[in-house]
């Protein structure tokens, strides 16, 4: 099955850019994912991208999809520390079902 | 944006209790709900897919009689934890897959229940 990977934390100043990866194996994985959660919430989109497109861009968010390495990355661009929370990369299969990465927790120091 | 409700967003049991989670999806219909189970600092663990209509599919290792899962409508799915024991608690998500918005087809996610079992 699907095997989704990213790096555990990243720590970034307020005002810089973060930029978070992402690994998955399966390569007819139709959509790839952003998630935040904040402590003690559920799941909130971010943004997505669809695997024939290999960037996207969103106000301060910007995916990159490099479907040949399957590497998916999220860059926030002047991060807020109202930012720090954890991240979750997630690859849906067609029907949907999503697998979910670890999650990076983002902390954003002032 | 679509908005995914779930209730409780927290409850505390005895050991041995029954406890129903509603997922609800508020301005769109959700052929399909998902049910998530989180530990703390841990990712999202699929327990079971809900279509309406029919029976839930569960993910493997997940006991379908101790997670009850009831998709009675396009908005509506319930997950009862039966007979809940301490190990049961934890952070369980909903979410619902459909379209709101012109945005594409895709997942919503509830704000999660809170489950505690003395």
């Known amino acids: 099955g699907e095997d989704v990977e990213q790096s555990l934390f990243l720590s970034v100043r307020e005002g810089d850019s973060s930029v978070i990866n992402c690994t998955y194996t399966?390569?007819?994985?139709?959509?790839l994912y952003w998630y935040k959660q904040e402590p003690g919430a559920g799941l909130q989109l971010l943004t997505y991208?669809?695997?024939?497109?290999d960037m996207k861009q969103d106000q301060r968010l910007t995916v990159l999809l490099n479907k040949k390495d399957k590497h998916l990355s999220l860059r926030i661009a002047d991060t807020q520390t109202g930012e720090s929370a954890i991240y979750f990369c997630?690859?849906?299969?067609?029907?949907?079902?999503?697998?979910f990465g670890a999650g990076t927790q983002v902390v954003v120091t002032p | 944006g679509a908005v995914v409700s779930q209730h409780p967003s927290r409850v505390i049991c005895k050991s041995g209790t029954s406890v129903k989670i509603e997922c609800r999806s508020l301005d769109f219909q959700a052929t399909t709900m998902f049910w998530y189970r989180q530990f703390p600092k841990q990712s999202l663990m699929l327990m079971a897919t809900s279509n309406e209509g029919s029976k839930a599919t569960y993910e493997q290792g997940v006991e379908k009689d101790k997670f009850l899962i009831n998709h009675a409508s396009l908005t509506l799915s319930t997950l009862t934890v039966t007979s809940a024991h301490p190990e049961d608690s934890s952070f369980y998500i909903c979410s619902a897959h459909g379209t709101s918005g012109g945005e594409t087809d895709t997942q919503y996610f509830g704000p999660g229940t809170r489950l505690t079992v003395l």
């Open positions: 997630a690859a849906s299969d067609s029907w949907g079902k999503l697998q």
């Open positions: 991208i669809f695997s024939n497109m």
């Open positions: 399966d390569s007819s994985s139709t959509y």
